[in-house]
C-alpha cells in the first residue's frame, strides 16, 4: 500500500508551546489530508480535512485557530496546536488519500504530544 | 448521518483458529465504502481490506475476508488461522459517496492466544 510518514513520532512540550506535526505521502500525490486525533482506548476523531492549496475544513468543535491546518503541496501537510495545554495531550494521526490509490485512507504512524 | 458499531470490545481467540469481529452500519446512502483497520499497541493505522457498496463479491485479502451482507447492513470481517501477531485494535469505518472522511466504530480489540 502506500505510503505515509508523520514527524515526529513523539514529542513532550512545556504548557503555552507551540508544536507543529508533519504528515507526508511518500510514494503518491495527496489531493486530500485528514488529522485525526485519538484518546487512549477511544477511537479516531476526525479533526479537519485539508485540501492542497485550500483552507482546512474543521469538523464541529474543533478549535481553527489552535489547530492550525497547512497543506501547502500534494505530499505535506502540516498539523500545528498552538499554546498547548495539558488537555491536548492526545495521539494526532494523518492520513491521506490521492488520486491512483483507489479510495482507501492510508494512515501515518501518528504522534504521541505529551504537554507538561 | 452515518452510524458503525463494533459490539464486541474485546474478543480472544487461540491460535490458528478463525475469528469474526462484528460491524454494522447504518447509511442512506447507496453508494458507499466499507473499510477495516488494525491498529497494533504502536499506534499505526494499518489498511486490511475495502468492500464497495455495489462490489458482487465479498472481498479478501489473504487471511482477511469481509462477510458483507448488504440486506443486514454488516460488515464482519473474517481472519483465519489467527496468529499472535493479530492481536490488536481492529475498527471498522464506512465512507459514503457524499462526503471523502471516514466514520470509524469504537473499535474491537482482538487478543490471539498460544
Known amino acids: 500500500g502506500a505510503v505515509v510518514s508523520q514527524h515526529p513520532s513523539r514529542v513532550i512540550c512545556k504548557s503555552g508551546t507551540s508544536v507543529k506535526i508533519e504528515c507526508r505521502s511518500l510514494?503518491?500525490?495527496?489531493?486530500?489530508m485528514f488529522w485525526y486525533r485519538q484518546f487512549p482506548k477511544q477511537s479516531l476523531m476526525l479533526m479537519a480535512t485539508?485540501?492542497?492549496?485550500?483552507?482546512?475544513?474543521?469538523e464541529q468543535g474543533v478549535e481553527k485557530d489552535k489547530f492550525l491546518i497547512n497543506h501547502a503541496s500534494l505530499t505535506l501537510s502540516t498539523l500545528t496546536v498552538t499554546s498547548a495545554h495539558p488537555e491536548d495531550s492526545s495521539f494526532y494521526i494523518c492520513?491521506?488519500?490521492?488520486?491512483?490509490?483507489?479510495?482507501?485512507?492510508?494512515f501515518g504512524p501518528g504522534t504521541r504530544l505529551t504537554v507538561l | 448521518a452515518q452510524k458503525i458499531t463494533q459490539t464486541q470490545p474485546g474478543m480472544f481467540v487461540q491460535e490458528k483458529e478463525a475469528v469474526t469481529l462484528d460491524c454494522t452500519y447504518d447509511?442512506?446512502?447507496?453508494?458507499?465504502?466499507l473499510f477495516w483497520y488494525k491498529q497494533p499497541s504502536s499506534g499505526e493505522m494499518i489498511f486490511l481490506i475495502y468492500?464497495?457498496?455495489?462490489?458482487?463479491q465479498n472481498a479478501t485479502e489473504g487471511r482477511y475476508s469481509l462477510n458483507f451482507q448488504k440486506a443486514r447492513k454488516s460488515a464482519n470481517l473474517v481472519i483465519s488461522a489467527s496468529q499472535l501477531g493479530d492481536s490488536a485494535m481492529y475498527f471498522c469505518?464506512?465512507?459514503?459517496?457524499?462526503?471523502?472522511?471516514?466514520?470509524f466504530g469504537k473499535g474491537t480489540m482482538l487478543l490471539v492466544s498460544p
Open positions: 485539508s485540501n492542497e492549496g485550500s483552507k482546512a475544513t474543521y
Open positions: 510514494d503518491f500525490q495527496a489531493t486530500t
Open positions: 468492500q464497495g457498496s455495489y462490489d458482487q
Open positions: 469505518a464506512m465512507r459514503d459517496s457524499g462526503y471523502s472522511t471516514l466514520t
Open positions: 447509511t442512506s446512502d447507496p453508494s458507499y465504502g
Open positions: 492520513s491521506a488519500r490521492g488520486e491512483g490509490v483507489e479510495d482507501t485512507q492510508y
